[in-house]
């Protein structure tokens, strides 16, 4: 093995394609017009924005004209729950989400109960998936908009968007789901899934950053979020990212052709780590659904361990993960999600998301998992809290290891 980095924080951000770079290029230097101008040089620039719109369409399964182009994930979440609480308000003023939602939606929520919003924040059980009998109970007469994220961030377990979607389309509601930790690493149809907005980012599936989009089904009568011009047809003010948008298109179009096989992939060496982690190191869990959960991600608790010591001597050992969201790195607090799964703070501050890309290699995650022994065992020695364990405290959590 090299001394080269091992990454695993592919939930955070990923590599840039080659590929990707190589479509980019040209919107930078050769076909740099501006795609709302009428002269022939801007025809270029036009001509991929549309053909970019139509790859995401096909890959959703939606109309290119429900497509929009944002600058991020979080402006598409910021977007749709904003403009659907304005434009539904002579119909109701209550949202519904959950407590596992990322920073862009709950910081939303909060914003917008400052406005007179209300917000119900359904629980979720020990996995991380909501329960839909909580959901059809806090629907009300005022209810417009239900958001629920598709996968979650840091602990990886999927949603039953499905079911969701068909509850908010038979009460009438709108349908929105946070999608950028899913969308290019499992398959989306908006249709079958009676999804009404969705959001999604790049810099997820190998493209680049600070670009993402909205879908918008026809229909949903919200209005821009950014106002100045009339682009993305009058709902989203300032001049396209021609060259991040082209590559956007071209990181989902790789994307869904290797789907399938990234899956298969992913999943394997995902379900590897667990078991290596899990059987090798005692006092840990699993943190998610064991099954229903994103191909790439892997989430753990560690028992007496300090989830930023660990990080950094990851680090140091040449590996990176996370103890949760990039966004809230550098929070003293622990993560969110983790104690609404249930976790006490103790635990859920030694924490440790690794994530997978299509470059991770089986040696790679052997690596990882011989350094992240060595470091359980340094770190736990220097515990007082294991101390008082081993001689003969009661342990927290109950098992040796959950799973």
């Known amino acids: 093995m090299s001394n080269k980095v091992i990454y695993l924080d592919n939930a ?68 749709a729950l904003k403009a659907a609480a304005e434009a539904y308000r002579a119909k109701g003023n209550h949202i519904i989400t959950t407590k596992i939602e990322h920073h862009a939606i709950l910081h939303t929520c909060q914003w917008l109960e400052k406005q007179g919003v209300e917000v119900t924040y359904l629980d979720v059980d020990e996995s991380g998936r909501m329960r839909l009998d909580e959901l059809r109970a806090a629907i009300r007469p005022s209810t417009i908009l239900i958001s629920v994220m598709f996968a979650n961030n840091e602990i990886g377990t999927i949603e039953p968007i499905r079911e969701i979607g068909a509850i908010a389309k038979e009460q009438g509601i709108l349908f929105h789901t946070d999608a950028v930790q899913a969308f290019g690493q499992i398959p989306i149809d908006v249709e079958e899934l009676h999804i009404d907005m969705l959001s999604a980012s790049a810099h997820k599936l190998n493209g680049p950053k600070g670009v993402g989009l909205l879908y918008i089904r026809q229909g949903v009568k919200i209005r821009s979020f950014l106002h100045g011009g009339a682009q993305e047809r009058k709902r989203r003010a300032g001049t396209e990212n021609i060259p991040g948008i082209v590559g956007f298109a071209k990181a989902a179009e790789i994307a869904a052709a290797t789907m399938q096989e990234r899956m298969e992939r992913e999943t394997k060496l995902r379900d590897y780590l667990i078991n290596r982690v899990l059987s090798e190191i005692p006092y840990t869990r699993l943190n998610g659904s064991r099954t229903k959960r994103l191909p790439g991600n892997a989430n753990f608790s560690f028992q007496f361990v300090e989830g930023e010591s660990m990080l950094i001597l990851l ?41 997978l890309g299509h470059e991770t290699t089986q040696e790679e995650i052997d690596v990882t998992v011989d350094r992240l022994k060595e470091i359980i ?6 515990s007082p809290l294991y101390e008082d364990f081993k001689k003969g405290g009661r342990e927290r959590g109950g098992k040796k290891n959950v799973q």
């Open 12 to 79: 955070a951000t990923t590599r840039v394609r080659r590929e990707v770079v190589d479509a980019m290029l040209p919107y930078f230097t050769e076909e740099y017009g501006n795609a709302s101008a009428v002269y022939s040089l801007a025809g270029g620039a036009k001509e991929a924005l549309q053909k970019s719109r139509d790859t995401m369409a096909g890959i959703l399964g939606c109309d290119s004209r429900e497509i929009y182009f944002t600058g991020c994930g979080s402006e598409s979440d910021n977007w």
């Open 315 to 355: 680090d140091m050992a040449g590996i990176c993960g996370s103890s949760g969201s990039a966004c809230t790195s550098g929070s003293l607090d622990p993560s969110h999600v983790l104690l609404a799964i249930g976790l006490p703070h103790e635990i859920a501050h030694g924490s440790l998301r690794l994530t």
């Open 377 to 382: 065992v340094k770190l736990r020695d220097m």
